[in-house]
């Protein structure tokens, strides 16, 4: 039996990640941190990033590993588990527009 080869990588034109929950995500930081009064800068500071990752963040243009979602919640002084419900919250509406 012949070996098959395998190629390695994501197939040309795949994105590093999925647009919805990105933005899902993005949406339930931003809200959170307007509730709040936080600047974005101010935002991306005490959570220790720098504040263009921040922004790509909110815009949808970046899907946030487990530590930075982390990183994110203590600096909005929320738990991650609420930041992950108001996600899921705004994917729910996005896949269920009202009219």
Sequence with gaps: MQKRHVKRGRPRG?????AKPAQAFGDAVRSA???RGI???ELA????I???HMGKMERG???????LILKVA???KMSAAELMTDTETNLR???NPQP
């Design 14 to 18: 795949t994105t590093t990640y999925e």
């Design 33 to 35: 941190r307007l509730a």
């Design 39 to 41: 600047a974005q800068e």
């Design 45 to 48: 500071a005490l959570a220790g």
């Design 50 to 52: 720098e504040r263009s």
């Design 61 to 67: 243009e970046h899907l946030p590993t487990l530590a």
């Design 74 to 76: 203590n600096a909005l």
């Design 93 to 95: 509406g996005a896949d």
